[in-house]
């Protein structure tokens, strides 16, 4: 695809720049061409390409399923749509825990494959190594701490994190020391807004929060829950713009009906 000139990419700097001159950041995932490219012509700042496509794409109970080739599958079609957002795809479960070499070459066939402009990986300094090897060979790395989906089995639930005192000192020394590696930004997960508050304002890189309040530097949704696709998920901090469950469902009702009166297609609609 040829680069629109007039455009000018989202690069990591440009976030960092949006944090401190106070201009929020926005953000939502995709997972396909055709959606990233209306989100992106609309001027999303970053399309993450999430590992919650495990959930909306393909219809499992978690992220864990989700494969290195078919994350690699979704951020390929997301990057031939984009002209200006930075495009972040997550390591997907088992790419990168525990072992920094797997993760360095998870992360090289995600960048050299789909074309992907940094990376985000879940967790604070037991990912340290993984993180600081990523970051040595020049990709970017956003971080992601409070609740991490591909950690449920721990945790047993989706409920708020870091309500408690001793979990929420360790989020904020996480915070700090993931700037400190490197990370070039930071997803806060459904934390208390008072919390989010508190670590944004202690970094200098931007936090992008989902079900953290006001207060970060940048918000995220999945779009297909703030487009109104998928219909039983309503989490407190979810915002729908749209009812597309319905819409489309409507549509199509019309449609079949159409076809089987024999209304579709009508004279204008055929050679
Ligand atoms: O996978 C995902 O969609 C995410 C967002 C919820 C931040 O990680």
């Known amino acids: 695809m040829s680069v629109n000139k007039e455009i000018k990419r989202i690069t990591v700097h ?3 720049a949006m944090k401190a001159r106070g201009e929020k ?3 939502l995932t995709a997972y396909d061409y055709s959606m990233a490219r209306i989100l992106d012509e609309a001027g999303v700042d970053v399309l993450l390409v999430g ?3 495990s959930n909306v794409m393909a219809g499992h109970e978690t992220t864990l399923p989700i494969t290195l080739d078919q994350m690699i599958y979704h951020a390929s079609s997301v990057v031939r749509a984009v002209n200006r957002a930075l495009v972040v795809v997550d390591l997907p479960f088992g790419s990168y825990q525990g072992n920094s070499t797997k993760a360095l070459s998870s992360t090289i066939k995600i960048m050299k494959e789909a074309g992907a402009h940094a990376i985000k990986l879940e967790g604070g300094v037991e990912i340290e190594e993984s993180i600081r ?3 040595s060979a020049g990709v970017p790395v956003m971080g992601h701490l409070g609740l991490t989906p591909q950690s449920i089995y721990k945790f047993g639930t989706y409920t708020v994190r870091a309500k408690e005192e001793a979990e929420a000192e360790k989020l904020k020394s996480d915070a700090l020391a993931l700037q400190e590696m490197g990370c070039f930004a930071l997803v806060l997960e459904k934390i208390p807004a008072k919390l989010a508050k508190e670590v944004s304002e202690s970094l200098v890189i931007p936090t992008i929060g989902i079900g ?3 207060h970060t530097d940048g918000q995220v949704l999945v779009t297909h829950d703030m487009l109104g696709i998928t219909k039983d998920f309503q989490p407190r901090f979810l ?3 749209l009812e597309l469950f ?3 469902k409507g549509a199509t009702e019309q449609y079949i009906k159409d076809v089987k009166a024999g209304e579709f297609p009508n004279e ?3 050679y």
């Open 133 to 135: 090897r990523i970051l």
């Open 14 to 16: 440009i976030l960092q």
């Open 25 to 27: 950041i926005s953000m």
């Open 239 to 241: 915002r729908r713009y």
């Open 268 to 270: 204008t609609e055929q």
């Open 246 to 248: 319905e819409a489309i």
């Open 51 to 53: 590992d919650s496509a």
């Open 212 to 214: 953290g309040g006001q």
